[in-house]
C-alpha cells in the first residue's frame, strides 16, 4: 500500500478530493469556508438530530461541534481573516499529512479519536453502525443531500472495507466505525485514487465519466 512519502507538495489526487470536501463543507457556496456562515449551522442541525434543541443535551453537544469547527477552521484560516480558502484548506492538509507521516501511530490514534468521536455522533440509535438516514442526515446538514448520497453510500458498503465480522445487531446496511475510520483514514491520507476510501465524498469527476 502507498504511502505519503516527501510531503512537501500534496499528490494530484489528494489536491483533487480535498478540493471536492472543501467544496461540500463550503455550505453557501460562496467559495470559501467560514465559521459563522458556513459551520455554525451545521453544528445546530446535528445537534437538533440527535437531541431536543430545549435540553441542556442538545447545548452540550451543540457547544462541541462548534467549538471542534471553531478550531479546525481558525487551523486553516493562515492568514486570519476568518475565511479558508481552497488554497488555505490544502496547506493546513499538507501540514497535517506532514505530521501524519512523521508520527504514523501519533496520526492513527488522533483518527480514531476526532473520526471516531464523529462517528458516535452521526450514530442516531447508538448501534455502532451508521446507516443511510445518518449519512444522508449529514448532507443535508451542508445542503449536499441528493441522491449521490444514497448511490456513494451503497458502493462503500459494498467495498467491504474492514468489515470484520457480522454480528446479529447489525444492520444489512450499515457501516460499522471500523469500516468508517479506515475509510476516513484512506480518504486523507492515501494517494491511491483506486482506494474505497477516496470516493468517501463522492466519486472524483473523473471516474463518473
Request: aromatic fraction near 12%; hydrophobic fraction near 40%.
Amino acid at each position: 500500500m502507498a504511502r505519503l512519502g516527501d510531503v512537501s507538495m500534496l499528490p494530484e489526487s489528494l489536491s483533487k478530493r480535498l478540493l471536492r470536501l472543501f467544496q461540500f463543507m463550503d455550505r453557501n457556496g460562496d467559495g470559501v469556508v467560514e465559521y459563522e456562515a458556513d459551520l455554525v449551522e451545521v453544528a445546530q442541525r446535528i445537534a437538533q438530530r440527535k437531541f431536543p434543541a430545549t435540553t441542556s443535551d442538545y447545548q452540550e453537544l451543540f457547544d462541541l461541534l462548534t467549538r471542534t469547527y471553531d478550531w479546525e477552521n481558525s487551523r486553516r484560516d493562515l492568514n486570519r481573516d476568518g475565511k479558508v480558502t481552497p488554497e488555505e484548506f490544502l496547506e493546513g492538509h499538507r501540514r497535517l499529512a506532514k505530521l501524519m507521516a512523521a508520527f504514523p501511530a501519533e496520526g492513527v490514534a488522533f483518527i480514531a479519536k476526532s473520526a471516531g468521536g464523529f462517528f458516535d455522533i452521526l450514530d442516531l440509535d447508538g448501534d455502532g453502525y451508521l446507516v443511510l438516514a445518518d449519512v444522508q442526515a449529514y448532507a443535508d446538514a451542508y445542503c449536499k443531500g441528493g441522491d449521490w448520497v444514497a448511490t456513494n453510500f451503497t458502493h462503500l458498503l459494498a467495498s467491504g472495507v474492514a468489515a470484520g465480522a457480522a454480528t446479529p445487531e447489525a444492520p444489512a446496511e450499515g457501516m460499522s466505525k471500523a469500516q468508517f475510520l479506515e475509510l476516513v483514514r484512506q480518504f486523507w491520507f492515501e494517494p491511491e485514487d483506486n482506494l474505497p476510501g477516496s470516493q468517501l465524498f463522492g466519486p472524483s469527476p473523473e471516474r463518473e465519466e
